[in-house]
């Protein structure tokens, strides 16, 4: 005999005698012992939701876990008197598959009947009207009347009846349109869009303002105690300011884009943005949505992004509140927007120098952001971070040039898209250069496979490359137009590796910040000395 056939004989004296007595509510009934209801549960469960195992091994039903389930059974079972088991009595609990759901269904069998009934007379009722409307037209009277209205004025009333009709159609296809429209508004949003639909624009923006922002952000920083998660999220702010603006064109005289609150979820280059920074429930997004949303978003990434910058900068020593402006309006969308791929400096030619009209020595400056921050392979597919440890990576500093300088690095995953470098062994924490990253100082337009210092060795012998076939990355001649770019960076180190000299990078990276950040906007302004409430 299964468990629950035994659960059921053990209530069966308790319902005989609730329904012989006939009572609605009797508060001093014995409780209903069943031993077997948490089996009863679980195997209930187990023939509904077998194939609905998390990653994190419970199982969904519902939108509820497993155990919220079972002990809602228990309580339905274990704590039910005479009373609540009369009342259940003619009522199933069914867990059924629909498509990709399972849904908890109670249907109480009197009212199910009582309902069928009702539909099938009120079914009949209906036909029976509709015969009765029909002999009605069918009978001599109504025909005669009939013929003689058509041979009177049947030209006309076709004609009306026409333009009724092609109104009707017209109707039709008006409000297909509209559905239509909707649907594929709604099917661009997808499950979540990551950005307010609506184009906003800031109507002020005060000193108080955005001192107040940079105050939020060091709160949400000081809840996250894991630093890969904290690195994760301040590198992330700046990204996402970046990558807004990383996309202007100036050759795009109607659409430069730029700074505008918007950036193009489909794109690789994103990849991250609007799963782990920009999300319904990202921190960031959460602060924006309850504190700041009188701001256009474009504002907001920019201070955010400034607020983390001066934070992480050393000795606070980089503050870009006296050279931020405001003003810029958001986008709704920004479709096919070019950003750079990790494939080298052509990337970075095409993207700084050529669309966003920038210098080597800014393109370089701005690199120098990759300081904060992490990859993850599960967006970008590389993984790592560009400095020695996690908490290297929420320093803003010239740590990022020290790194790319003095240390050997390989090339890994070579052949796949997401090739990139690494040094050291990546046991205690994942390294990684990306492509766009060694040409700033090394040529490897025509060949990945390369170490960039092979003259480094362990204690042993062994070559820090590794791989000891690799060849030494070449630099650029005198001649190219690159070596601007090898230059800044020997000059953004400021003076040697032991050097605690940030200035000539905190100096570049102002200006270079400054230009990204105002591209395609003539009208900002600077930040009120009011409140915005006062004014």
Not at 44 to 58: I, P, Q, R, Y
Not at 196 to 220: M, P
Not at 286 to 313: H, K, M, P
Not at 425 to 443: A, E, P, Y
């Amino acid at each position: 005999m299964t468990n629950t056939m035994k659960c059921l004989l053990a209530l069966l004296p308790f319902i005989l005698n609730a329904v012989l007595a006939d009572t609605k509510d009797d508060s001093s009934a014995p409780k209903v012992p069943c031993p077997f209801a948490s089996s009863f549960a679980d195997d209930l469960l187990e023939s509904a939701t077998h194939d609905f195992v998390m990653d994190d091994g419970t199982r969904k039903l519902h939108g509820q876990q497993t155990g919220d389930l079972i002990d809602l059974l228990q309580d339905r079972w274990l704590d039910a008197d005479a009373s609540e088991i009369n009342a259940m009595k003619g009522q199933s609990e069914v867990i059924h598959v629909e498509e990709d759901r399972r849904i908890l269904r109670r249907n109480k069998g009197s009212e199910r009947g009582t309902r069928g009934g009702m539909k099938t007379a009120n079914k009949k009722n209906r036909s029976g009207r509709r015969k009765k409307k029909k002999n009605k037209e069918n009978s001599p009277s109504k025909q005669k009347k009939k013929n003689n209205t058509e041979d009177g004025d049947g030209a006309g009333r076709q004609k009306k009846k026409g333009k009724n009709t092609t109104n009707k159609q017209k109707k039709t296809k008006k409000q297909k349109k509209k559905t239509s429209e909707r649907d594929k508004k709604t099917s661009k949003r997808g499950k979540e869009s990551s950005l307010l639909i609506s184009n906003t624009s800031t109507r002020c923006f005060s000193i108080s303002t955005y001192d107040a922002i940079d105050a939020d952000i060091a709160k949400l920083k000081k809840t996250i105690k894991d630093g890969v998660t904290r690195s994760h999220f301040l590198g992330g702010i700046v990204r996402l300011a970046a990558h807004d603006f990383m996309d202007f064109n100036k050759r795009d005289k109607a659409n430069p884009m730029g700074s505008d609150g918007c950036f193009d979820e489909s794109s690789p280059q994103n990849l991250g943005l609007p799963e782990s920074v920009w999300c319904k429930n990202c921190l960031l997004r959460r602060l924006y949505e309850e504190r700041y949303s009188f701001l256009s978003r474009a504002d907001f990434w920019i201070a955010s992004a400034n607020a983390v910058i001066r934070q992480t900068s050393k000795k606070h020593a980089l503050n870009l509140r006296d050279t931020f402006k405001w003003g810029r309006k958001d986008k709704s969308s920004c479709r096919r927007a070019m950003l750079p791929e990790a494939t080298g400096c052509k990337e970075i030619e095409n993207t700084f120098i050529n669309r966003m009209g920038l210098d080597w020595k800014d393109a370089v400056a701005l690199m120098g952001a990759h300081s904060l921050g992490r990859g993850q392979a599960k967006f970008s597919g590389h993984e790592g971070t560009w400095v020695d440890t996690a908490a290297d990576a929420q320093v803003f500093d010239k740590a990022y040039y020290e790194e790319l300088v003095f240390n050997p690095w390989r090339p890994r995953n070579v052949g796949l898209d997401i090739q990139d470098y690494t040094t050291g062994n990546n046991k205690s924490n994942k390294r990684m250069m990306l492509n766009t990253d060694i040409c700033l100082v090394f040529d490897i337009d025509n060949d990945v496979n390369c170490c960039t210092k092979t003259d480094e060795f362990y204690n042993n012998g062994h070559s820090k490359c590794i791989d000891e076939s690799l060849n030494q990355c070449p630099l650029y001649p005198r001649s190219d137009p690159r070596r601007v770019a090898t230059d800044a960076v020997v000059e953004y180190i400021g003076g040697s590796k032991d050097s605690k000299d940030n200035e000539p990078f905190y100096s570049a990276f102002a200006v270079a910040w400054e230009k990204a950040t105002t591209n395609g906007h003539n009208n900002l302004k600077k930040l009120l000395d009011d409140d915005c409430n006062s004014t």
